[in-house]
């Protein structure tokens, strides 16, 4: 699984529903702010390991 790609297509998809939503800064910011949590998150703990077990521990819960 190719968790870089799910993460840009749920990128693009929380874009695409926050231009078409009613409040569309809020949910744009706080969009890119989650996508840029977790791109640095990724790059600080460049193992694949610990970046599946984050998301593993953000979806379990």
Partial sequence: ???????QLAFY???YF????LNFTLRL????SVYFVLSAFSLR???TAG????MRYVLTT
């Fill in 13 to 15: 998809f929380h874009f």
């Fill in 51 to 54: 970046y599946t077990g984050f």
């Fill in 29 to 32: 910011f706080f969009t890119l």
């Fill in 45 to 47: 703990y460049s193992g």
């Fill in 1 to 7: 699984m190719h968790l870089h790609l799910f993460l």
């Fill in 18 to 21: 926050a231009l078409v939503s």
